[in-house]
């Protein structure tokens, strides 16, 4: 027996009803997940796993920040880079946004004299 249109369409909206709901609700078979966020265990496990990757940033920052410090300090080298080349490839300014700044705010005076010739 052939379902009509609207039965066919009111199972499939009831089934996509039914997936949405298993996406925010915690149940049992969820339990081999390791994370709580994955499956919406609240608010508060989304903001600790924010927390958790910042601290781990922070961590690698302050670690990076200290090698470099003892680096210097010691004139330990790297594949022949030491502590004063690193810094030399910080300061450098490989587009010079002042520069590009003058540039783009001298060409709009440029193309205005011209047209006011033209008025004239």
Same mark, same amino acid.
């Given at each position: 027996?052939?379902? &009509? *249109?609207? /039965?066919?369409? #009111? =199972? @499939?909206?009831?089934?996509?009803?039914?997936?949405?709901? &298993? *996406?925010? /609700?915690?149940? #049992? =078979? @969820?339990?081999?997940?390791?994370?709580?966020?994955?499956?919406?265990?609240?608010?508060?496990?989304?903001?600790?796993?924010?927390?958790?990757?910042?601290?781990?940033?922070?961590?690698?920052?302050?670690?990076?920040?200290?090698?470099?410090?003892?680096?210097?300090?010691?004139?330990?080298?790297?594949?022949?880079?030491?502590?004063?080349?690193?810094?030399?490839?910080?300061?450098?300014?490989?587009?010079?946004?002042?520069?590009?700044?003058?540039?783009?705010?001298?060409?709009?005076q440029q193309e205005a004299a011209p047209q006011k010739e033209k008025e004239k």
């Open positions: 027996m052939e379902k &009509s *249109f609207e /039965e066919a369409a #009111a =199972e @499939r909206r009831d089934y996509v009803d039914q997936v949405r709901a &298993s *996406f925010y /609700e915690p149940s #049992a =078979e @969820r339990s081999w997940s390791s994370s709580s966020y994955c499956y919406g265990a609240g608010q508060e496990a989304g903001l600790q796993a924010g927390a958790s990757g910042f601290g781990i940033r922070l961590v690698i920052a302050i670690l990076l920040f200290a090698g470099f410090v003892y680096c210097d300090q010691k004139n330990i080298t790297f594949h022949t880079y030491g502590a004063a080349d690193v810094v030399k490839q910080m300061e450098w300014n490989p587009l010079p946004v002042e520069q590009f700044v003058e540039m783009v705010m001298a060409q709009p």
